[in-house]
């Protein structure tokens, strides 16, 4: 399985960017996919996470409202859409694959995920 992240970059606080993640290798459609990130100094953490279909949607408390996750399985693609973007916001954000048929808060462990992307830089200047 390959995960391929894309779409960081610079951008002002209070801005927005996109992010994809295009997965291959495997039936995109029976994996449920997340978002981490990681900033300089800090462990990787938890931002959100969709069902295999998309109907399930699960964000960390951080990013409730400003963020939003979603899925196109005929891309197999996963996108994370960011608004209202913080300084605190700033990190390495990775893309993830669980193979599981439902979204559990087990997608918040790192230790379940069973694939990874290479992660793209998101900075945010305040």
């Known amino acids: 399985v390959q995960l391929q992240a894309s779409g960081g970059g610079l951008v002002q606080a209070g801005g927005s960017l996109r992010l994809s993640c295009a997965f291959s290798?495997?039936?995109?459609?029976?994996?449920?996919m997340g978002w981490f990130r990681q900033a300089p100094g800090k462990e990787r953490e938890f931002v959100g996470a969709t069902s295999l279909n998309g109907g399930i949607l699960d964000y960390a408390d951080s990013v409730k409202g400003r963020f939003t996750i979603s899925r196109d399985n005929s891309k197999n693609t996963v996108y994370l859409e960011m608004n209202s973007l913080k300084s605190e916001d700033t990190a390495v954000y990775y893309c993830?694959?669980?193979?599981?048929?439902?979204?559990?808060?087990?997608?918040?462990?790192?230790?379940?995920?069973?694939?990874w992307g290479q992660g793209t830089q998101v900075t945010v200047s305040s």
């Open positions: 290798g495997r039936t995109f459609s029976a994996y449920v």
């Open positions: 993830a694959a669980e193979r599981t048929p439902r979204l559990s808060s087990r997608i918040r462990d790192s230790a379940y995920i069973d694939y």
